[in-house]
């Protein structure tokens, strides 16, 4: 006679805190769900004072307009590939310096990671006029390069990834090295594969940066077939008068692919902040 020994987990009940933290969910989608509301509402209610929550219609007029009349999906497209090329180039460059401040010794390294750090401090608006007088040299002014570029790589990256491969344990890649690995080896098969929440906790954010970034991208470009999302939208606000369906519907095609995004990666962003809690 054989004794099934195996269990079943318990099932995760509702606590206290559901009945605390569900109400507040919903507090912070109501703009959300004010603002889609408003995407579909027609034009003629968004000029009232105040205009009506609930919309008398369904309206997609906003939408049409938006990608009839407009370069959103130009302006969508030049997006993606900015937020993909930051995200791109953060998870392999940061990773990268990440590591070799973590684990390599040579010399000047606490100088140097302080000096990356020291970069933080300092305000973006300083930076403004020298970034644009060395883009313009390098001749990247009025292209989508110019809000590609300053994407590439960031202190903070370097930083989160520095310090998330300082809590992992010397002695994994010290018996990769005695088993005849490589340094480069070490790192792509071991320590990458363990770094998975770091790096997805980094394109989230990097994401987030990219995607709403407005400021240089305003300064910088001024060709329309260059614009990103955000840069085109802001064109739909005006002095004397403003859009606001094909604002609202722009707003709604803008932050639905954050929404997604953050779906997917927040099993691993959520294990990055676990890890963080208990290594502090």
């Known amino acids: 006679m054989t004794v099934d020994t195996t269990s079943k987990a318990p099932k995760s009940r509702p606590s206290g805190w559901h009945l605390l933290l569900a109400p507040v969910a919903l507090l912070f989608l109501l703009p959300f769900l004010q603002m889609f509301l408003a995407s579909v509402s027609p034009a003629a209610e968004l000029l009232k004072f105040p205009p009506p929550i609930i919309p008398s219609r369904i309206d997609f007029s906003g939408f049409v307009t938006l990608f009839t009349e407009s370069d959103a ?40 990671i302080f000096m990356i750090l020291a970069t933080i401090m300092i305000p973006t608006q300083l930076l403004m006029i020298p970034t644009y007088l060395l883009f313009s040299r390098l001749r990247l002014i009025d292209s989508l390069g110019a809000a590609i570029v300053p994407w590439l790589s960031s202190a903070f990256g370097i930083f989160l990834m520095r310090q998330f491969f300082l809590s992992l344990p010397k002695e994994l890649e010290e018996s990769g090295l005695i088993d005849g690995a490589n340094r480069w080896q070490v790192f792509s098969r071991i320590v990458l594969p363990l770094a998975k929440p770091a790096l997805a906790t980094l394109a989230i954010f990097t994401l987030l940066g990219s995607w709403n970034d407005l400021v240089w991208p305003l300064i910088a470009i001024n060709n329309d077939h260059a614009f990103t999302l955000q840069l085109g939208l802001a064109n739909f606000q005006g002095t004397r008068r403003t859009e606001w369906s094909l604002l609202m519907a722009g707003n709604v095609v803008a932050t639905l692919p954050l929404i997604l995004f953050f779906l997917i990666a927040q099993k691993q962003f959520v294990a990055t902040m676990t890890l963080s809690g208990l290594k502090g």
Request: hydrophobic residues 55%; positive net charge; charged residues 10%.
């Open 73 to 112: 999906l130009l302006w969508l497209g030049n997006t993606v590939l900015v937020a993909t090329s930051a995200i791109v180039s953060h998870l392999v460059l940061c990773s990268l310096a990440g590591y070799g401040f973590a684990r390599l010794a040579f010399r000047g390294r606490t100088a140097g």
